[in-house]
């Protein structure tokens, strides 16, 4: 079985442009998850899309967005890009389970999209 | 506000060499805790996962314990190997009034194993 699939795998864009990633989820994925990590931060929830809706966000501004398609697949979108920007960005596609009736979703990540802004 | 901190934050070892990571967690209400390998250049590889009622769970020679009760856990690694080398994290999860996981992460502890 195919593991998560990130493209493309390094970016680089100049401050005010815009980027698509996109990634591929385990195939019977419903599930996918975007995170940004950077070395000061460590790793920090982006958001989550399952069926095509996003159903958590983490504390990102609007310049972050995202999509999920009826495949599963997903793109993250980020406009006027700062310096800031600069970070893996990782994508991680869900696999439901419970413990004892505690939620125990499984994630399994992609290699990252490395970006980095001049 | 919830907060995972891991220590100690680098660590290096002598291969063989068994050794403890640590994580302290102010996450709540608590729902499960997870532990991360992230190989340099690579997306982090799940190594174990705990929920509430467990306090040890075993992967090889990665053995995570939970105290729900101090809200820490430790991930012990025996016998370190050189491909050990890696970056290890701690992500908590609480459950959201929608039904939904808040994930949290630690920032990570990078482990160095040296022959």
């Known amino acids: 079985k195919a593991g998560v699939t990130q493209t493309p795998r390094y970016l680089i864009k100049t401050r005010g442009q815009q980027v698509t990633l996109s990634c591929s989820p385990i195939?019977?994925?419903?599930?996918v998850s975007w995170y940004q990590q950077t070395p000061g931060q460590g790793l920090q929830f982006l958001f989550e899309?399952?069926?095509?809706?996003?159903?958590n966000k983490g504390n990102f501004p609007g310049r972050f967005s995202g999509r999920q398609f009826s495949n599963s697949r997903s793109e993250m979108n980020v406009s006027t890009l700062e310096l800031g920007d600069s970070a893996l960005y990782l994508c991680?596609?869900?696999?439901?389970?419970?413990?004892?009736?505690?939620?125990?979703?499984?994630?399994?990540f992609g290699p990252g999209t490395r970006l980095t802004v001049l | 506000k919830n907060q995972v901190e891991q220590s100690p934050q680098s660590l290096i070892i002598l291969e063989g060499k068994n050794c403890t990571l640590q994580c302290n967690y102010t996450v709540s209400p608590f729902s499960n805790l997870r532990w991360y390998k992230q190989d340099t250049g690579r997306g982090p590889v799940s190594l174990t996962i705990m929920t509430f009622s467990e306090n040890t769970k075993s992967n090889g020679r990665y053995t995570a314990t939970l105290d729900a009760d101090t809200k820490q856990s430790s991930l012990h690694i025996t016998a370190s190997q050189l491909s050990d080398s890696a970056s290890y994290i701690c992500?908590?999860?609480?459950?959201?009034?929608?039904?939904?996981?808040?994930?949290?992460f630690g920032i990570g502890t990078k482990l160095q194993v040296i022959p």
């Open positions: 899309y399952f069926s095509e809706t996003q159903r």
């Open positions: 991680a596609s869900g696999h439901p389970g419970t413990s004892g009736g505690v939620s125990t979703d499984t994630q399994y």
């Open positions: 992500v908590v999860s609480a459950s959201n009034s929608g039904g939904y996981q808040k994930v949290t």
């Open positions: 195939s019977g994925h419903r599930s």
